[in-house]
């Protein structure tokens, strides 16, 4: 290759390859096979073409040798796509292949043992690898899905005749390849969850693969491919920016959300959030190479899917190679990820992925939205008396309102109902109201403060304190005792439990009702006992029916007696109960699920906080 060593090569792990990194000791070596203009600081500080800055590093390349069963059809693919990808997007930052001294791409070495490999020869590219920075800060993640949709975007056209070989690591194959090796998953609960989870793709994707876009992609955005640069002084989350991918042996057509789930499932891995980590990459990706809402619907199913083929192959490798850890190097923090995907709600993830593209995280709520707004006029009152009649006094509870000086959030449920109720008697009104969208400080209890309310508790940050939940998303209705609640509209009772948490909701009741073919739900908090011993889940209740009362303290959750009035337009898979608070920093995404309430209510005056 024309290129004499300042020193000894060191060797670099991989996986099939064997890699050498090579610092060269001419800066004449410096110049490749393609001379385009290229963003500074991609190759060592210079452009390509131009002289390089007095501190730039040495110019330095990567000698790889290729597995002797590596079909040169393959290198080949690979080489090509590079040179296409910077003619399509001249800035992006790629390795370039250095041919040898007689033109050539490939040179065949022989190995002392009777056998030959083929050696190729491409640039370094600086940077460190993803999977040696902490924190990765959801700015750097976003642009690191940015910097994969690029490539994509670059790669769209691409073409090759080695691109549809068959590879256990193209995700397309990922339900064979885990069938293949699931017998070589220790049985029991590991097993089992591997199972789980090819079932949930034969489900959601299965039915859609047909409408996915299908081009080349890298087929391994894993954090060790990944590679990331300091660019100066400053704080981290502008610092640190994409410098590169390497190692594109896994380069497959295939689906092209594939792309995307492989990144995601990779750098969420030991992540405080993982599906907040993931939609920072989605978000990147879709500002560069837009997503469809199929692709979105399947990129939960596929990432955990990726999770999967990691886990199975490392078991067959396990076997194989008992003594390399590279084999294995993902294995632990793939499981941990399963484990507690699991646990995570599959429509709150797409929801999640959706709002990161700017879509309405759930479909369903502009729907039920606009009927409620066509028909919820007509909608019976849910207290007596009419509370649209009554002239409710409006109580501000936020964070910065001062209409009950002097007391505190965790000054009980006798106090606060005697200060609530001096104003009801000031205002000459039996019922006050709490308002929707409001961000409050009365949430003390620990059902408040671990993190995301659709993720397990382990999804929450383990090194720093969870964000609480504070953003109202429901309304108060306020009123003594034993008040009758009525059903604003006909429906079914979905569901009904006792949240008996301290400060949950007490006995509560959801109902089922039909916008025109579409489902939505109201739910009522701090009810009655007696509620839990009279209804039964597919029980009708007819509009303006008084089916439940309110409750008061011990039993309500201990709470001053009110109803907290919700609307839902997905349950997520829950019953008898429903998040009522939403963390702030997710508060618009949990408002698209439990959009305002008074589109039901129908109150003068009870304007969203």
């Not at 056209?157 to 090796?181: C, M, N, Q, T, Y």
């Not at 469809?292 to 939960?300: I, S």
């Not at 990432?303 to 590279?326: H, T």
């Not at 489902?519 to 889940?537: C, D, I, K, N, S």
Request: with cysteine; glycine share 8%.
């Amino acid at each position: 290759f024309g290129v004499e060593p300042a020193e000894p090569p060191t060797p670099l792990p991989s996986d099939r390859d064997q890699n050498f990194r090579v610092v060269a000791a001419r800066e004449s070596d410096r110049e490749a096979e393609e001379l385009v203009p290229a963003e500074p600081a991609l190759n060592g500080g210079a452009v390509d073409g131009a002289p390089p800055p007095p501190d730039a590093e040495p110019p330095a390349f990567v000698l790889k040798f290729a597995s002797r069963n590596e079909d040169p059809a393959v290198l080949q693919l690979q080489h090509r796509a590079l040179a296409h990808a910077r003619k399509e997007d001249p800035g992006l930052a790629l390795p370039r292949l250095r041919r040898t001294r007689e033109g050539e791409a490939l040179a065949v070495v022989e190995d002392g043992r009777g056998g030959a490999h083929r050696a190729r020869m491409v640039t370094w590219l600086p940077g460190r690898p993803l999977a040696h920075v902490r924190p990765r800060t959801p700015e750097l993640l976003e642009r690191l899905g940015a910097y994969l949709g690029r490539l994509d975007r670059a790669l769209e056209s691409f073409r090759h005749p080695a691109d549809e070989r068959p590879l256990k690591w193209d995700l397309g194959r990922g339900p064979e390849v885990v069938k293949e090796r699931l017998e070589l998953i220790e049985e029991g609960a590991r097993r089992t969850l591997v199972e789980e989870f090819l079932m949930r793709y034969w489900k959601r994707v299965v039915p859609r693969l047909e409408e996915l876009p299908v081009q080349i992609i890298h087929g391994d955005a894993n954090d060790h491919n990944l590679l990331v640069r300091v660019d100066g002084p400053g704080a981290l989350h502008d610092a640190v920016r994409p410098a590169g991918i390497i190692d594109f042996g896994d380069m497959v057509r295939s689906r092209r959300v594939n792309e995307v789930a492989i990144a995601c499932a990779y750098l969420a891995l030991d992540e405080a959030d993982p599906l907040g980590s993931a939609a920072r990459v989605v978000a990147g990706y879709h500002g560069e190479r837009p997503l469809e809402e199929v692709e979105l619907a399947c990129l939960f199913p596929l990432l955990a899917l990726r999770l999967c083929v990691s886990v199975s192959v490392a078991a067959e490798q396990k076997r194989e190679e008992p003594g390399d850890p590279y084999l294995t190097v993902s294995e632990g923090g793939a499981w941990r990820l399963l484990e507690l995907l699991d646990e995570a709600s599959p429509e709150m993830a797409h929801y999640r992925f959706r709002e990161a593209c700017g879509l309405t995280p759930c479909s369903a709520t502009p729907r039920v939205v606009s009927w409620l707004e066509e028909q919820g006029s007509e909608a019976a009152p849910v207290l007596e008396p009419d509370p649209r009649e009554a002239d409710p006094v409006v109580l501000d509870f936020s964070v910065a309102g001062d209409a009950f000086p002097g007391l505190s959030p965790e000054a009980g449920p006798e106090a606060w109902w005697a200060a609530i109720r001096e104003r009801m008697e000031a205002a000459g009104t039996p019922i006050a109201l709490g308002r929707y969208d409001e961000p409050r400080r009365w949430y003390t209890s620990e059902v408040f403060a671990a993190g995301p309310p659709a993720d397990p508790p382990e999804l929450a940050p383990p090194a720093q304190a969870p964000e609480p939940r504070t953003v109202h998303l429901g309304v108060d209705l306020f009123a003594e005792p034993g008040t009758p609640v009525r059903a604003p509209l006909e429906g079914r009772v979905h569901s009904l439990a006792n949240n008996a948490g301290a400060l949950d909701y007490g006995p509560t009741v959801v109902l089922q009702h039909d916008a025109e073919g579409i489902p939505f739900w109201t739910l009522y908090g701090h009810l009655a006992p007696g509620v839990l011993e009279r209804l039964r889940p597919g029980q009708r209740v007819e509009a303006g029916e008084a089916f439940a009362a309110l409750g008061t303290w011990p039993h309500n959750g201990g709470w001053a007696p009110h109803l907290h009035f919700q609307v839902v337009v997905d349950l997520l898979g829950r019953e008898g109960d429903f998040p009522g608070v939403a963390a702030a920093s997710e508060s618009g995404l949990w408002k698209a699920l439990s959009p305002d309430p008074n589109l039901l209510l129908g109150i003068g005056g009870l304007e969203a906080a």
